[in-house]
């Protein structure tokens, strides 16, 4: 059983710019949640996809956007960056169809913008 | 509002003393509580959650909702235990978003 990945480990941007993070889900698992962790804070619920569609956002702008594929894998992406944007992104995947609803971390991307 | 509360940025306990992570919620229904932790170099994993009502390395919780607390206890703390920890909830029954606090530093001194 493989872990969630996530890809790139580390990114520097300028404001203005656009950004996409990508994750993939622990093998078997159909939903995936991603999260803004701010240094010195916890995780902040950013959306969640489940079978490709969105199900849930939290507080966060549109600029802020995803996708699920039909592999579960998925992406962030953020337009139009602004410096508050600078912070650790972790995508979780979970199997709700096995029954089991607990969130697998991946290890995050941290983002650093400029 | 839905929140967690971590009161301690940082704890430090000796070594061999007994651990008390607090946290409190505000939440309206039934929610479901849980402690994740983040050892050093490696990723956040969910440590225990309320409704397993078990013990992992030696940690226990209690879901006290007339105070709204979920307080992370262990009698005896090892220095393995030196971690971030995180309070958090969720929706009861409900694989959907969970809502962090801001995570305590449990230092174990020597």
């Known amino acids: 059983e493989t872990g969630v990945t996530q890809s790139p480990t580390h990114l520097i941007k300028t404001r203005g710019q656009q950004v996409t993070l990508r994750c993939s889900s622990q093998?078997?698992?159909?939903?995936v949640s991603w999260y803004q962790q701010a240094l010195g804070q916890g995780p902040q619920f950013i959306f969640q996809?489940?079978?490709?569609?969105?199900?849930g956002r939290g507080n966060f702008p549109p600029r802020f956007s995803g996708l699920q594929f039909p592999n579960y894998s998925s992406e962030l992406n953020v337009n139009a960056l602004e410096l508050d944007d600078s912070a650790l992104y972790l995508c979780a995947s979970s199997g709700r169809d096995k029954g089991t609803d607990t969130q697998y971390f991946g290890p995050g991307t941290r983002l650093t913008v400029l | 509002a839905q929140r967690v509360t971590q009161p301690e940025k940082l704890l430090s306990v000796f070594k061999g003393a007994p651990v008390e992570l607090k946290c409190n919620y505000s939440?309206?229904?039934?929610?479901?509580l849980f402690w994740y932790v983040q050892y050093s170099r490696q990723r956040l994993q969910l440590l225990l959650r309320?409704?397993s009502r078990e013990s992992i390395k030696g940690f226990t919780a209690d879901l006290n909702k007339g105070e709204t607390s979920f307080h992370l206890k262990k009698p005896f703390a090892q220095e393995e235990d030196s971690a971030m920890y995180y309070c958090a909830l969720s929706a009861a029954n409900r694989d959907d978003k969970i809502i962090f606090g801001k995570g305590t530093r449990l230092h174990i001194l020597p």
């Open positions: 093998s078997g698992h159909n939903t």
């Open positions: 996809y489940y079978r490709e569609e969105e199900n």
């Open positions: 939440y309206s229904g039934s929610p479901e």
């Open positions: 309320h409704i």
